[in-house]
């Protein structure tokens, strides 16, 4: 239908119920001569009397009636329909689907979406644990939780998390008769604990800085896993030294089950953003999360 065909009818819609030019022209804001005009040219395409006017009053004719009787309720639905996807652009409800990583989600992620949800009860929030940097377009997520230097092109980014510093550590059962090492090059002689996060990359190197130089070391040993939470178990259980972020390793460090080597030698993992596609609109229930994750956060 062509769109000046669709607001013609709507204009004898808004003509045949109220029973006047006058008023009619008021609720749509128009002049009563454009209103007229309008009319007058639906009938002369329909070939049909819309109207009776007199000096007094205005009536649908019996093509008029018909009109309005099968085509008016139409209209009221497709406007009534508008009006709800108005709403649901404005309402903070939905279903978001977040790709992140275990580490990400338990520290930086759920912590400060937990309480603020309570709130918002009509947000259906759906969590896939994947270190593995799944594809956020192609698996239809929403958002994903992503370090800094792996937000892709043509993604928009939310900073949620300052960049993580990390420590080589290990249990004392573990160093007890071994010679720490003291230089990147000592870990050649010892048993490292591995991370790998997809099975289309290769093993996490280790980060290090020595001085101004930054160092990415690929180390050896018995142990890989695609989580930072096992490596962490193994390393407490002496199997060896692992590199772990020290927000995860500090409570272990005070308590003595842990140490600290190569000391001398700390560097930082980059920190993580909320990514999602930069074309789309972000509907407020994703912007209400990007907003609550947000760091630093609003004071």
Known sequence: MPGEEFRDIVAFIRVAEARSFTRAA??????????????????????????????????????????????????????????????????IAGTVRITTSDFACNVFVWPRLSQTLLSYPDIRL???????????????????????????????SVRISPDLPVSIVAAPAYLQGKVPPLTPDDLAQHACINTRFSMQGGINAWPLQQGEKRLALRVEGPLIFNSVYPALDAALAGYGLACLPD??????????????VLAGYGASLPGFHLCYPGERQLLPALSLIAETLRYPAAS
């Open 26 to 91: 008021a609720q749509l804001g128009v002049s009563q001569s454009a209103l007229s005009h309008a009319i007058r040219g639906l009938e002369a395409r329909l070939g049909l009397r819309l109207l009776t006017r007199t000096t007094r009053s205005v009536s649908p004719t019996e093509a008029g009636e018909r009109l309005l009787e099968h085509v008016a309720p139409r209209f009221d639905a497709i406007a009534a329909e508008l009006a709800s996807l108005r709403e649901l652009s404005s309402k």
């Open 126 to 156: 759906e969590i896939n644990w994947d270190s593995a940097l799944t594809d956020i377009v192609s698996e239809r997520f929403d958002a994903g939780i992503r370090p800094g230097d792996r937000v892709g092109k043509n993604m928009a």
């Open 247 to 260: 927000l995860l390793v500090q409570p272990h460090l005070d308590a003595g089950r842990l140490q600290k």
